[in-house]
């Protein structure tokens, strides 16, 4: 039963919220997906479990559902007791920012799991990054190790945080054994909505193909930004094309 102290919580969020929840820091969701249909056959699902960790309630903003009952009918508020754990679930987006008011920031701890619930139902998922927003970059950033042969897909997502404008961020492969520059390029993102919730985004698929790459084995991704604003964060998704298991690759 919800207690007359979170009822009273919920109200006063409402009441006194601002566009995008101004007093509140943004937490990345890098995937959101229900039965999204990918390659040979796969269907990918992503699972946000949050839970309040401290001895107070707390109300988070997200635009999806709650399973349980901490969704506000009518809005995207989710309030949580103390102890509080819910899923939170979404449609196929390709990524989300949930809000958490700055002093409870350190109170709700999230995780992220991704699966491809055709196959592996002898699995539970790969773990993915839920990223805060103190974790963004606006400096040149490395993802390492990163395989190139064919029987895995590589897909490369980019985010950005501020930007509004559509700007690109600017992408160098480098060989990872001898440290030869072999591509260098810039990828347009697409800007961020009004909404609020939708970070700017791009996604590169199946970049191994690439000719520049032909012949080698692992690769050294490096991610700068194009212009002061920008607050990045990007990951590699390597998955083989048999088995569809998955393995990200993170800062």
Not at 1 to 26: E, G, Y
Not at 51 to 58: G, H, L
Not at 108 to 128: A, K, M
């Amino acid at each position: 039963m919800r207690t007359l102290k979170t009822f009273l919580l919920v109200i006063a969020t409402l009441l006194a919220a601002l566009p995008a929840w101004a007093q509140s820091t943004r937490v990345l969701v890098p995937i959101v997906a229900t039965g999204a249909s990918g390659a040979f056959d796969s269907l990918w699902t992503s699972e946000v479990v949050a839970f309040n960790s401290s001895a107070d309630p707390v109300s988070i903003l997200y635009p999806h559902s709650c399973v349980g009952t901490c969704g506000v009918p009518g809005t995207v508020l989710h309030a949580f007791e103390a102890g509080d754990l819910a899923i939170l679930t979404g449609s196929a987006v390709p990524a989300a920012f949930i809000y958490v008011p700055n002093e409870s920031v350190d109170a709700i701890e999230f995780g992220l799991r991704v699966r491809d619930v055709s196959r592996q139902t002898d699995s539970w998922g790969t773990e993915v990054p839920v990223v805060r927003e103190s974790r963004a970059f606006q400096r040149p950033f490395d993802l390492l190790n990163v395989p190139l042969p064919s029987r895995f897909r590589q897909t490369l997502r980019v985010y950005d945080f501020e930007d509004k404008s559509g700007s690109g961020v600017s992408v160098q492969f480098y060989d990872m054994v001898t440290g030869r520059l072999l591509k260098d390029f810039q990828l347009a993102m697409l800007p961020r909505s009004n909404d609020t919730f939708t970070p700017a985004y791009v996604q590169l698929d199946q970049f191994g193909q690439a000719a520049e790459l032909a012949g080698i084995d692992r690769i050294r991704v490096r991610i700068s930004p194009t212009n002061a604003t920008q607050r990045l964060w990007a990951m590699v998704s390597v998955t083989n094309n048999v088995t569809q298991e998955l393995t990200m690759i993170t800062p």
